[in-house]
C-alpha cells in the first residue's frame, strides 16, 4: 500500500493567491483529517470528514479556507486568499473506520510558504 | 472536554539509558490513548495503543508505555534509548466530542534528544 499521498510536497506562493492541496487517503479508509502542524499552536485539526461527508469543521480557521471531498479517494484543502499567517505543514490522515481505538495514518504534509 | 498535556518540551538522554517521554490526560469517559512519533520532514507515525485490559503497552521499535488510571498517565518509555529514537513524539487521545463525533486530540509534542 501506498499510504497516504499528499501533493505537493512544497509549495511557495504569494500572499493573496490561491492554494490547493490535495491528498489521497488510503484505500477503503472512509474517515479522513486535515491537520495543520506550526511551531506557535502545534498539531491543530482543520476538518475531519466520514464517508465523504464533512463532519467536524470548527477547526477551521476562517471562511478563507475550505475542504472537499468529491470520492472517497480525493480530497482537497483550499486557501484562497492566502496570507503569510498561513505559512505552515498542513498534513492529510486516514482512517480505517470511525472506532475510538484506529489509529491514523498519516501523508508527508504540504509545507506551505506564503510570501 | 478531552485534552492531553506533555509537559517537557524536550527531553535529553544518553544513548544507552532508559528514556521516559511524559504525558498525562483528561478525558470524560474510558480513555483511548496513543503515542505517536515524527520524524523531521515526516508525517507521524504511529507507535502504541491504549485501549483496556494490561496498563503496559508495547509497541513499535522497543517502545513501551504505561497507563495509570489514578494518575491519569501514559508515559511512553524505553529501556535502551538508540540515536535513531531523536525525533518528536506526540500524546493524543481519541474520544467522542459534544456533538457524538470522533475527535483526536494531540498533546503539544516532546522532542527527544538522544547524546551519542
Redesign the interface.
Known amino acids: 500500500d501506498a499510504g497516504?499521498i499528499q501533493s505537493p510536497r512544497h509549495e511557495v506562493t504569494e500572499m493573496g493567491q490561491e492554494v490547493t492541496l490535495r491528498c489521497k487517503p488510503i484505500s477503503g479508509h472512509n474517515?479522513l483529517?486535515w491537520y495543520r502542524q506550526t511551531m506557535m499552536r502545534?498539531?491543530e485539526?482543520l476538518i475531519?470528514f466520514?464517508n465523504n461527508v464533512p463532519?467536524?469543521d470548527s477547526g477551521m480557521p476562517e471562511d478563507r479556507f475550505s475542504a472537499k471531498m468529491p470520492n472517497a479517494s480525493f480530497s482537497t484543502l483550499k486557501i484562497q486568499p492566502s496570507e503569510p499567517r498561513d505559512s505552515a505543514v498542513y498534513?492529510c490522515?486516514s482512517s480505517p473506520g470511525?472506532?475510538?481505538?484506529?489509529?491514523?495514518?498519516?501523508?508527508?504534509?504540504t509545507q506551505l510558504s506564503v510570501l | 472536554a478531552q485534552s492531553v498535556a506533555q509537559p517537557e518540551d524536550q527531553v535529553n538522554v544518553a544513548e544507552g539509558n532508559p528514556l521516559t517521554v511524559k504525558c498525562t490526560y483528561s478525558v470524560s469517559g474510558n480513555p483511548y490513548l496513543f503515542w505517536y512519533v515524527q520524524y523531521p520532514n515526516r508525517g507521524l507515525q504511529f507507535l502504541l495503543k491504549y485501549i483496556t485490559g494490561d496498563n503496559l503497552v508495547k509497541g513499535s521499535y522497543g517502545f513501551e508505555a504505561e497507563f495509570n488510571k489514578s494518575q491519569t498517565s501514559f508515559h511512553l518509555k524505553k529501556p535502551s534509548a538508540l540515536v535513531s529514537d531523536s525525533a518528536l513524539y506526540f500524546c493524543a487521545v481519541r474520544d467522542l466530542n459534544s456533538g457524538g463525533y470522533q475527535k483526536v486530540t494531540f498533546g503539544t509534542g516532546t522532542k527527544l534528544q538522544v547524546i551519542p
Open positions: 497516504v474517515s483529517f502545534g498539531l485539526l475531519y466520514n463532519i467536524d498534513f490522515a470511525t472506532g475510538r481505538f484506529e489509529k491514523l495514518f498519516f501523508g508527508s504534509g
